[in-house]
């Protein structure tokens, strides 16, 4: 296994994409906070570039090719947001970028990624293996493989969101960060962990693809088919060496939302807050609100961490 990132990690991040990433902002909600009784800070990651906070680890990985990587680029397997932040960091960096997408992915996602100047090759996600695909076109073409959550490169860049959060609000009683194959947690976990020293850290996933859950509390890594959920960021079969090291140190729960759950968050969002948000994004809110109790009077972060969300899905949702 590789060598795990650090909260020095993630300080170089800040360094190396400040400028190119947006300084997302903090969102507060006089309702959020009478119906669940605590004091929430929404990390506002549906605003950033790309509209998710995989543009953070994407452009930070990147950043750091040497000139031949540069010249061959990049591929990247990912079900829509790691998908766009690789084609957009690539753009902007002036390397070829190459997206295995599953065919069910969401359709602003691909074409978004399209837009970004990346080539899309597609795949089934319940016959085939995207990392299997994503390593054959890195052998045959010589290109670098940046998967979407287990690389230290691409944790230490998502922990920047939680060190942004903690800068601009002081320390917190507890973090909420949504969980697919853990790599905005694992590097939010990095950040908050130096920061605020006593801070309680949550993963949430969807409670049809609840590995992280069955990992933590079993101690070693646990695979399952890939869910079916509208969470679609979280349809992750398991996750990284990297990401449950971290998360096995530093994370005290995981606890899960249901579809119904995320479509009520995502309602919240959209009408109390005028925020788009995609489901993956409302899992933290939606998780937080399934264990509120135990945070009564207390100040507690949520990461918000994308909108990509299609309008006619959207309407759908709430139909």
Known sequence: MDSLPTFASVKEAAAVIKGHAHRTPVLTSRTANQISGAELYFKCEN????GAFKFRGAFNALSRFGPR???TGVVAFSSGNHAQAIALSARILGMPATIVMPNDAPAAKVAATREYGGTVVSYDRYREDREAIGADLASRHGMTLIPPYDHA??????????????????????????????????????????????IRIFGVEPEAGNDGQLSLRSGA???????????????????GQLTFAIIQREVEDIVTATDADLIEAMRFFAT????????????GLAGFLNVREQFAGQRV???????????????AFFA
Do not use: W, Y
């Open 272 to 283: 109390r807050m005028k925020l788009v948000v995609e489901p993956t994004g409302c899992l």
């Open 47 to 50: 605003l950033q570039r790309m």
């Open 153 to 198: 490169d691409i944790i230490a860049g998502q922990g920047t969101a939680a060190l942004e959060l903690l800068e601009d609000v002081g320390a917190l009683d507890a973090l909420f960060v949504c969980l697919g194959g853990g790599g905005l947690l694992s590097g939010c976990a990095l950040a908050a962990r130096a920061l605020a020293p006593s």
């Open 69 to 71: 990587q540069k010249e």
């Open 301 to 315: 972060g949520i990461i918000v961490s994308g909108g990509n969300v299609d309008l006619a899905r959207l309407s």
């Open 221 to 239: 890594i646990v695979t399952i088919d890939s869910p079916k959920t509208i969470a679609d960021g979280a349809q992750t079969q398991h996750l």
